[in-house]
């Protein structure tokens, strides 16, 4: 297990258009979180996941982004009728959900999808 | 979780020690301090966590005020490649609440 990955890396989608993004977590941890990051800002968190629940998704920034983890593994981001101002990187990370003594090493992040809606 | 305040940006020259403050005055007494780093285009990487003592790893130390108010990352031996985003974060490890990230510190090493 390398680490989280993310795919695609880069997305040039028309406005109005659908996009889906897709993040594979490390395989023993059990929480799943996304987060979107515009230019010169730090990461703004979206939504969570614990196993395949959604524990916290009133962040998400409107009725068109919508995630799912159905089986407790990987994990996809829907956001739909793109808009212009989606453009940003979209992030995942993954985590224990639980403190392990000093054995707790936080986030580990994948490198983002970076999202450009023309 | 507690709000934390970084200065925006800071220069370091290469091969000397980096110190990156944090102030976190608010911090409850079973937050964490964490530390990650985002070099550009890629996503935050943690660097080390603490909750009252100070801690060495690999990458950093991490000195903690006696009172918790503050914080110091330091990394040692700054090379061109320490070159990023560093973010102080105060959280309550393994809670409900997710990582809450500020605008953090742009560091810049410079040969």
């Known amino acids: 297990d390398t680490g989280v990955s993310q795919d695609p890396r880069h997305k040039i989608t028309k406005r109005g258009q659908n996009v889906t993004f897709r993040c594979d977590p490390i395989?023993?941890?059990?929480?799943l979180y996304w987060y979107r990051q515009t230019l010169g800002q730090g990461p703004e968190f979206l939504t969570y996941?614990?196993?395949?629940?959604?524990?916290?998704k009133s962040r998400l920034l409107s009725d068109r982004f919508s995630a799912e983890r159905p089986k407790g593994s990987f994990s996809t981001l829907e956001i739909q009728r793109t808009e212009q101002g989606d453009s940003a990187m979209y992030l995942c990370?993954?985590?224990?959900?639980?403190?392990?003594?000093?054995?707790?090493?936080?986030?580990?992040f994948g490198s983002g999808t970076r999202l450009t809606v023309v | 979780d507690a709000k934390t305040t970084q200065p925006p940006s800071m220069d370091c020259a290469e091969g000397r020690a980096a110190n990156l403050p944090c102030n976190h005055s608010?911090?409850?007494?079973?937050?964490?301090v964490y530390w990650y780093r985002q070099i550009h285009s890629q996503g935050p990487q943690y660097i080390i966590h603490?909750?009252?003592n100070n801690e060495t790893n690999e990458m950093a130390s991490l000195i903690i005020t006696e009172d918790r108010k503050s914080s110091t990352l330091i990394l040692p031996h700054a090379t061109l490649r320490d070159t990023a985003v560093y973010y102080c974060?105060?959280?309550?490890?393994?809670?409900?609440?997710?990582?809450?990230f500020g605008k953090g510190t742009r560091l810049s090493v410079i040969a």
């Open positions: 974060i105060a959280h309550l490890s393994g809670g409900n609440t997710p990582l809450v």
């Open positions: 603490g909750l009252k």
């Open positions: 996941f614990q196993n395949e629940a959604q524990l916290e």
């Open positions: 608010t911090i409850s007494g079973n937050e964490y």
């Open positions: 990370a993954s985590s224990l959900g639980f403190m392990e003594g000093s054995k707790n090493y936080g986030y580990t």
């Open positions: 395989s023993e941890h059990n929480r």
